[in-house]
């Protein structure tokens, strides 16, 4: 087709329309468009605009559980320095079980006394099997050098940490786990360490702590946050007070660490994700797919 004809040759004689199929229109190419093809043409239209004290409170989340698993490793490295004996390990295991079914009790919309009878009778066989498991993983790596569980631990860990489901909104009840690929992190990071303690009963306190925290603290801070988010909030900053005291207890390096972590997450993440929306750039138009709307009124 000698394209001089759709500009020149017959102007008055065809009129260029719109057609999604159906082939070329006679006197024109298949790829022409005229001035009207651009009137339906929409910006910014699915593009939302964030408040930046908004974003930051929504991360307030994600620093509540990267101190979470801090004070985990914080426990497990006091608990192989010896500063943390069996006794207090199984003190603190009994008060977090008490003290996470109150939380539930008090927050949880429904909960009936046959659904925390349920809740107890797993719990009761999951810690008789783990203790009866406890001599397996004392013995399970001592042929392994110390840096070498240290090193797969921290992999480990941040595997965990990054699998791990920060929205909250999706959080179900233990047995019903969204990203078993995160749990299982932490369950295998957790035995390596325990397999570095003294005794059998060691293992079996700080693997029952470990899969506490792991297991039950996603449900316990979602019926938190769901309850009240000024608690949530309140909640958070004394879960941060009180890892930032330990770790500068610990290490002071450590301390520093993690406090630029925390100051990255809270603040400088989301002033950065601001700044980069002003550079958002999105175009709806006629070319974009049609999305097919049906119906299902009677």
């Known amino acids: ?160 940490l990054f699998l791990h489901d920060y929205s909250g909104s999706t959080v179900k009840p233990p047995g019903a786990l969204k990203n078993p690929n995160s749990l299982n992190a932490s369950i295998v990071a957790s035995v390596l360490i325990a397999s570095r303690l003294p005794s059998r009963l060691h293992v079996f306190a700080i693997v029952l702590f470990s899969l506490q925290i792991f297991l039950f603290a996603p449900r316990v801070t979602y019926c938190i946050k769901k309850f009240s988010f000024h608690l949530h909030l309140c909640f958070s900053f004394v879960l941060i007070a009180v890892t930032l005291g330990f770790t500068y207890h610990l290490h002071g390096l450590l301390f520093v660490l993690l406090l630029g972590l925390l100051v990255s997450v809270n603040v400088l993440c989301p002033y950065w994700l601001i700044r980069l929306q002003e550079y958002k750039f999105e175009i709806n138009g006629p070319w974009d797919e049609a999305k097919l709307c049906f119906d299902v009124t009677e």
């Open 1 to 160: 087709m000698d394209n001089s004809f759709a500009g020149s040759s017959h102007p008055a004689r065809y009129k260029w329309r719109k057609v999604a199929y159906g082939g070329m229109q006679p006197g024109f190419d298949d790829n022409h468009t005229d001035d009207s093809f651009l009137e339906g043409m929409v910006m910014n239209a699915n593009v939302v605009k964030r408040n930046l004290l908004k974003v930051m409170l929504d991360t307030v989340s994600i620093s509540q559980y990267l101190c979470i698993v801090t004070l985990v490793v914080l426990i497990w490295t006091y608990t192989l320095k010896s500063a943390i004996n069996v006794s207090s390990l199984l003190l603190l295991d009994i008060s977090l079980l008490v003290l996470g079914f109150l939380v539930l009790i008090l927050t949880a919309d429904m909960l009936s006394l046959s659904l925390l009878f349920h809740y107890f009778l797993n719990i009761s066989f999951f810690t008789t099997g783990l203790f009866l498991l406890s001599p397996i993983y004392h013995t399970l790596t001592c042929s392994i050098s110390p840096d070498s569980i240290w090193a797969l631990t921290g992999s480990l860990l941040i595997l965990h």
